[in-house]
């Protein structure tokens, strides 16, 4: 591959955007970090942001082999942040060896982010069905179609098998595939990131203390 001549180079160096719509301040924040979470959501949703639900998941094998993929966020509360998978995909065999994850939220245009640390673990089946029963027709085929992150020869295969999961289901009752699992991160730290003018971001971590309270650090930029 020949060198990346300086232009290029110098091109993505300038790339920069100071950030000065809003700050964040303590007192404005909630004293729990779902509430702030959910406060945070719903602005992103009344932006209509594109897929204000996506968010970056990182998992690691156990030798310490990190992966990122960005994945929808499904449902959150108290218990902490769901998403859905099939268990041969890279994430899912990651998190069987090592059950730890971080999550981001990427709101640029509220130049903002939410990252989340904490392990993870399967959610129950019957929270795994009722899910899936609510998943559009299509979508519940695809679930039985691809054997996620699995090698294939070409996009004709998954279209045919697509065809044959059609037939077979054609009465609209797709039943859930044993192999697609539900899974929650339950948080021990959340990072509100707002972005501030000549890189003076605001942010704020939640860490989980003892007895499920949660302290509040404001972290330098």
Known sequence: MPPMSESVSLEVAN???DYSTRGLRRENLSPEPFTQFRLWFQEAQKAE???PNAMACATADKSGRVTARTVLLKAFDERGF???TNTAST???QIAENPQAALLFTWLPLERQVSITGPVEQISTAETLAYFASRPFG??????VSIQSSIIPSRKILEMKFEEMKAKFANGEV???DFWKGYRVSPQSIEFWQGAMNRLHDR???TRQPGDTWSIDRLAP
């Open 175 to 177: 039943p859930l595939p």
């Open 139 to 144: 979508n519940r085929l695809g679930a039985w």
């Open 91 to 93: 994430k899912a065999r």
């Open 204 to 206: 704020f971590v939640y």
């Open 49 to 51: 942001l594109l897929e």
């Open 82 to 84: 769901v998403f859905f």
């Open 15 to 17: 790339l920069r955007r």
